[in-house]
């Protein structure tokens, strides 16, 4: 009840305003006129009667006023007015507005950006994948190390059998494939998949269908493929009539039965895919065999999709128990190993858990920007409101309350950032792909989701917000606290009465310094580490290293004839004049390719009870040390004679020999890998495999010949281009065999520029943001300094009139300058040093505390600050001062 | 007769509910009838008497209605709302409580 009377009341105060008004007035007259005829009944005349009532009652205007503020709505009566107000006030000085406006939405613009980029990687990173909040990486763990890993076939179909919290369990290996049309072959990229793919994320085919659930099962039972719908408008020109067409995969027909919608670029980050087959199909893509119902062999990657209201620990629990239960079923194949769920974004199978923590860093640099940013427009705020000082005073002087012009200039500032984040939004959504342009170009097409939802506009929205309080809020405290007697009497603008004002000024400029040599000093730091990963040994010669692969595996060549078609084509490359080594491998170092591994026996090493030592390798062709420059330390290299008929034998890395042999010399040693015995013949120097910033870890190498492969990468060492690499490399391989053409030629410094590909987003992110931050500072202490010239103008000019001279001013201004620039570096070099700390895992091999960097940083912000103190210093020193003391 | 007393801050809200209870009344009674009972020596501001009871009328302790005044003249009436009377008694119990506890430190030595 009392509510709706008080809702009544609240809507007629608002829409029925000049009504409740009218009443009101009728209200007092009533009391006045009461109060008139007691007087005059205390006999006074009526005239008098009236003016003694009115003088008793107070100022009617007043007591008006409060009753409406006693109304409750004062404050929603306010806002369109405010509004009003404040615009005109925006036209009134349109330099001013532009200006503000601009640096706000700078500020406000690239959060959102960054925002965006941030939310798309975490929250979508699988464009029209529905309900991506309930989907989680699925991946194997092994006792020992902390990587997640693929999975079994066997294991996942148990898992899907016997887990209830969770809807859906996805299965995908990444595949590449000889896509053959007509008497040209072409590699494509795409994804072994289990037969629910499509449904399970909620993709459906544009033509035809997706998989259906028998077509996981039978070996190689389902020759079937959907096509991506580039593929389709690409080479099918968008044909209706595609479904039912066949195609070559791998050697092998299959037939189309789905086009995947536009927009669907399959489920890994950074790539986009052109087909999808039946994970049945595997063999067809692998050229290591069958794996379909080997517990042993882990390859798939995967996902799963929880039920609504299953939190990621509950079915992590289901999944590591299931897992528990295969253990102890199967301990030949599954002890040690475990199954987890991570968030998408972790996923170990992609770049997303490398971009993220640089985006993260990112985002907070970019808030530093934009109170940089704020900071810039509170000055100008400031100098505007000295400016409405009279406006301000009159305002008080009339009955306004303090909360009342706090309100109008908070207002102001509101639609100033109001502005200032539509503009905002659209430079977001100006720059939502601008990561893919960031991003180093990959082989395959790159799509980074970007997208302006419910989400940003939120986030943006509390940035504006923010963004107000910071830049209105002192202003207008300072405005609201003002002395009115002084305001009033003091019309001319002296140093002293400005000192207050003026410190807050510096204040705030010493904050955008500290903040701006926050970022450059993190700009620095980046720019240090992607230096030192540049420079970072790999354990192998990058320099002139090539690689590119040679697929025989889906052509006819069988096992024997790849074997003699390989060392053909080796001596042949290895004669081109210009290569000076060549090798074959069946690995190759930072690619998203994984090493083999396999369980190994040491005699004389007792392995611990529950230990299963598992080991990664690779398998290489001789000369393979020479050509990556990779040193053997003892022993000799593989040879030709080290073939399927000979012993089998081992070459070992320095740490793998230390480890298991303990210093003695391993040579000659017999090791037991899976079921065979070899014999070490070698021990090479430890290397990086996966990336620049694993450990050393124990790793062996076995001769490709040992174990022959219809896949093999060939290294080539040479100081020529690439391309011309690729073609003279293309010319042997055509004259050896006319039906097969030469893969593209890496360089290994592209291999491990794409793997630092992260370092290089965060070096152009942090660079532009730092470059913006810097700017803004620049152009606050500009703005602080040749204000306060220009305020005193006549204190400057007295000074010329006693003597002191155009270097002595200058040095005046330019020591202000200095100590500002001095404050600022002094409180920022002390944020730095605790909070760099935080980038720690963005870093390699650089400290967070560099002093090298620190000191760069101090150069640059001194070199910026001093040319931005520059000019309002000259302006000081020439100061006419008969013109200065008689204004 | 002496100053009239400024009122403790918040009583004001109390006394013209009292007041109200007795029967609906406009602005201007209220004022009289306060200083009748108090023997003129609380005085209500008018400047904070009409405030207060918009403020009041917007808590929906108390309604206003346009009514006849002794000489025909339209005057705004204000009476208690049950919520009010409740308010009223819950507040004067507190009051209550609150100046017997003054007292009891008052007079001990």
Known sequence: MRWTNQLQLRIRSLFQRQAADRELNDELDFHLQKQTEEFIAQGMDPQEARLAALRSFGGVTQHQEECREARGTRFLENIPQDIRFGLRMLRRSPGFSILTILCLTLGIGANAAVFTWIEGTVLRPYPLVSHQERVMVLGGTERGVSRVVPISWPDFLDLRKNCTLIDSFIAEKITGATLSIGERSETATGSLVSANYFDALGIHPILGRGFTPDEDYGRNAHPEMVISYVEWQTRFQGDPRVIGKTQLLNGVPHTIVGVAPQGFYGTFVGYSWQFWVPASMQETFDSTGYHLEDRGERWIEGFARLKPGVTLDQARQEVAAVAKRLEAEYPATNRGHGVTLLPIWQSPFNATSAVLPILVVTLGAVFFVLLIASANVSNLLLVKAFGRRHEMTVRLAMGAGRSRILQQLLTEGLILSSIAAAGGLLVAYWCRNLLTVVLPARTAPLYVPGNIDWRVLAMSAAVCLIATLVFALVPAIQTSNMDLAGALKSESGTLLGARGRSRLRSGLVLVQVALSFLLLVGAGLVIQSLHALRNADPGFSARGLMVTYLDLFGTSYDRERASNFQDQLLDRVRAISGVQSAAYSRNIPFTYRPYSSAPIKVDGYDAAPDERIEIEYNEVSPGYFATTGIPLVSGRDFTRADNETAHPVAIVNETMAARYWRGADAIGKRLQVKDRSMTVVGVAKNSKYENLLEANKPFFYVPLRQNPSTFVLINIRSQMEPATVASALGREIQSLDPNLTAYRVLTMRDLMDRMNSSQHVAVTLLGIFGGLALLLAAIGVYGVMSYAVSQSTRDLGLRIALGATAPDLLRLVMSQGFFLTAGGVAAGAAAALGLTRLMGYVLYNVSPRDPLTFAAAFLVMALVCSSACLLPALRAAKIDPIRALRE | ?109
Do not use: C, F
Request: proline share 3%.
């Open chain 2, 1 to 109: 007769m002496g100053k009239p007393t400024e009122l403790v801050q918040g009583t004001l809200d109390l006394l013209i509910l009292k007041t109200l209870a007795l029967e609906p009344m406009h602005g201007w009674g209220i004022a009289q009838r306060i200083r009748q009972i108090s023997k003129d020596v609380l005085q209500v501001n008018q400047g904070a008497l009409y405030p207060a009871l918009h403020r009041l009328e917007h808590q929906g302790w108390i309604r206003a209605k346009w009514g006849e005044s002794d000489n025909n003249r339209r005057a705004k009436y204000y009476s208690l709302t049950a919520d009010g009377s409740r308010y009223l008694r819950e507040q004067q119990a507190q009051w209550n409580r609150l100046s017997g506890a003054i007292d009891l430190v008052l007079e001990t030595n």
